[in-house]
T-cell receptor, first 117, second 111 residues
Framework: GAVVSQHPSWVICKSGTSVKIECRSLDFQATTMFWYRQFPKQSLMLMAT?????????EQGVEKDKFLINHASLTLSTLTVTSAHPEDSSFYIC?????????????FGPGTRLTVL | LAKTTQPISMDSYEGQEVNITCSHN???????ITWYQQFPSQGPRFIIQGYKTKVTNEVASLFIPADRKSSTLSLPRVSLSDTAVYYCLVGDGGGYQKVTFGIGTKLQVIP
C-alpha cells in the first residue's frame, strides 16, 4: 500500500510552453502533498505544500504564478510549470502523507524529469 | 525545522555493516527521525523511522540515544544495490509538517 504515482515520468517541451505534472495517491487519501525540485547531484528542495481544497503554500523564492499547484481531491495534486524555460529543467518529485496514519511518513512519487529546450 | 548534518559520502565493501550517523541538535520534543534512500532519477524511498532507543525492521536498524541529538542508521551486510544517497529527516510526528532535506550521504558499495 501507500503508492504515489506521477505522470508523466519524463517530458520534453519547448521554451515558453506550459507543462502539467500529476501526482496521485493510489491507495490512500492525502490531505497534504508536497512538491520538490531536484537538480543534478543536489538534494531535494521543497517548492510548495499542497493542501486539498485550499491554496498551496509556497517556499520562499518559488514563484507561485509560475508554478501553479492545484489539489482538487484527496488523491490528486497537479503542478503546472507555466512558460517554461531551460532553467526550469529539473527532476520534480511529489510526496503525500497518509491522512489515516499517526506519524510523519511521506510517500514519494517516482519523479518527473522535465527538459525544456 | 530541525537541521540535520550527515557525512557527505561513505564507501564500504560488500558484506560489511554500514553505520551512517546524523546530527540533529535542535530536535523538538515531538519530532520523529526518518531515513530515506534515493537512487538516481527516482523518488526517495522510506527506510525506517523512530522516536527514541532502537528500531529495527527487515532492512535496517535505527539507533537513537537518550538525548535524541543524533541518530545512526545501520545497514547490515550491504550489497552493491545499496549504493544510493541516504537522507536523515527530522519532523513533526503529526504527518503534516514539511520537512527539509539535507544534502544526504552518498554511500558507495565496493565489490
Amino acid at each position: 500500500g501507500a503508492v504515489v504515482s506521477q505522470h508523466p515520468s519524463w517530458v520534453i517541451c519547448k521554451s515558453g510552453t506550459s507543462v502539467k505534472i500529476e501526482c496521485r495517491s493510489l491507495d490512500f487519501q492525502a490531505t497534504t502533498m508536497f512538491w520538490y525540485r531536484q537538480f543534478p547531484k543536489q538534494s531535494l528542495m521543497l517548492m510548495a505544500t499542497s493542501n486539498e481544497g485550499s491554496k498551496a503554500t509556497y517556499e520562499q523564492g518559488v514563484e507561485k504564478d509560475k508554478f501553479l499547484i492545484n489539489h482538487a481531491s484527496l488523491t490528486l495534486s497537479t503542478l503546472t510549470v507555466t512558460s517554461a524555460h531551460p532553467e526550469d529543467s529539473s527532476f520534480y518529485i511529489c510526496s503525500a502523507t497518509n491522512t489515516g496514519r499517526s506519524y510523519n511518513e511521506q510517500f514519494f512519487g517516482p519523479g518527473t524529469r522535465l527538459t525544456v529546450l | 525545522l530541525a537541521k540535520t548534518t550527515q557525512p557527505i559520502s561513505m564507501d564500504s565493501y560488500e558484506g560489511q555493516e554500514v553505520n551512517i550517523t546524523c546530527s540533529h541538535n535542535n530536535i523538538a520534543t515531538n519530532d520523529y527521525i526518518t531515513w530515506y534512500q534515493q537512487f538516481p532519477s527516482q523518488g526517495p524511498r522510506f527506510i525506517i523511522q523512530g522516536y527514541k532507543t532502537k528500531v529495527t525492521n527487515e532492512v535496517a536498524s535505527l539507533f537513537i540515544p537518550a538525548d535524541r541529538k543524533s541518530s545512526t542508521l545501520s545497514l547490515p551486510r550491504v550489497s552493491l544495490s545499496d549504493t544510493a544517497v541516504y537522507y536523515c529527516l527530522v519532523g513533526d510526528g503529526g504527518g503534516y509538517q514539511k520537512v527539509t532535506f539535507g544534502i544526504g550521504t552518498k554511500l558507495q558499495v565496493i565489490p
